[in-house]
């Protein structure tokens, strides 16, 4: 799968999810840490996929 497509889908998917705990979780109310959640669903999508992030060498 190309690095773009994977991305692409992730982050629909994480939107979707987080679409759904705003509404489900807070009771519609926008949630201002939003980045953080998208960080913690988007590295946890990624270990389940067998990705893991390093830095780039140099």
Request: hydrophobic share 40%.
């Amino acid at each position: 799968m190309e690095t773009v497509d994977l991305l692409e889908r992730m982050l629909r998917e994480t939107a979707a999810a987080h679409g759904r705990y705003e509404e489900e979780q807070l009771g519609g109310v926008y949630d201002t840490e939003w980045p953080a959640w998208y960080a913690e669903h988007l590295a946890e999508m990624l270990a389940r996929e067998g990705f893991t992030l390093v830095p780039a060498e140099g």
